[in-house]
């Protein structure tokens, strides 16, 4: 669990946690310098012999945080959780559950809903997961409080590159190349919204937008798990949805964001009238047969 400035929320996220049916856990709390009562709360609940605290020497920001929050995971898979988030007491369950039972899966995801197109768990492949994303109802859009990771596969793709508010989406088109990843049952936690959350920073339209480029340059990759006909379309689908959020910037009289989403897409002249097509998804895109 990596904190900052979580004073009001971080006693029920640790609570959550506490509750959970599945009890063979140690929670670590890395606080990342908070300038509020954050770590006193946190310390109330030292008490219990699985809880653990790591209070940063400086701040490291967002992501740079879980990266060094994942170092202290001394167990075979691990978990984020958000300070301000509310686990539900059969999350821990289920997940592992389904981690277990599927050895091929590097690790397992939960959305706020079922998924499409099956019953859960479902093993995705690298082309599977690619198909859902970018031909399907997507996957990439979950934080990583949504992932149960075995923990030898999390360092060994590196963990999260630091690129700001996007940096889970970037991370998924990483990992969902390298590794298999299991669909379990949605709906196991409570996600809060609130306005101190990073995702409603002002950077955050600038991140995902640049974060355009790297989903571009990983359908391009050789290395893509895509190819033919379903890569041309996740092309053709991908510039449409870069079109089509930058016309919404721009119906609102916001210029600026219009120019910042279709310059950092990184599609040239010849990219753009190649692809630009009306879009083309199937809801059971990316499901096992």
């Not at 202290?72 to 059969?90: E, I, L, Q, T, W």
């Not at 355009?212 to 449409?240: H, I």
């Not at 964001?257 to 990219?271: E, H, Y």
Request: aromatic fraction near 12%.
């Amino acid at each position: 669990m990596t904190a900052y400035n979580r004073q009001d929320y971080i006693a029920e996220a640790i609570e959550s946690v506490l509750a959970q049916t599945f009890t063979d856990f140690e929670l670590v709390v890395v606080d990342d310098r908070s300038s509020d009562g954050t770590v006193a709360v946190a310390r109330r609940y030292l008490g219990d012999g699985r809880v653990r605290i790591v209070e940063n020497e400086r701040n490291l920001g967002d992501y740079p945080n879980r990266n060094h929050a994942s170092s202290f995971a001394r167990g075979a898979a691990f978990k984020y959780h958000d300070s301000d988030d509310v686990m539900y007491p059969h999350c821990l369950e289920v997940m592992t559950r389904a981690l277990d039972a599927a050895p091929s899966a590097d690790f397992a995801l939960s959305g706020n809903r079922d998924w499409p197109g099956g019953a859960s768990p479902m093993v995705l492949t690298p082309r599977l997961a690619y198909e859902r994303e970018f031909l399907g109802t997507g996957l990439f859009q979950f934080g990583p409080a949504c992932a149960l990771f075995r923990t030898e596969f999390f360092r060994r793709v590196g963990g999260f590159d630091d690129a700001g508010v996007a940096s889970d989406y970037v991370f998924w088109l990483k990992a969902c190349a390298r590794g298999r990843v299991v669909l379990c049952s949605g709906d196991l936690f409570y996600y809060r919204n609130h306005a101190g959350q990073e995702l409603c920073s002002a950077r955050s339209f600038a991140d995902y937008a640049r974060s355009r480029a790297r989903t571009w340059a990983a359908l391009n990759d050789p290395e893509c798990p895509l190819s033919g006909a379903v890569l041309e379309q996740a092309k053709r689908n991908f510039a449409f949805t870069t079109a089509r959020d930058a016309g919404r910037c721009l119906r609102r009289g916001d210029v600026a964001s219009t120019c910042v989403a279709l310059q950092m897409a990184g599609l040239r002249v010849s990219d753009w009238i190649r692809y630009l097509r009306s879009p083309r998804r199937q809801a059971n895109a990316g499901t096992p047969s």
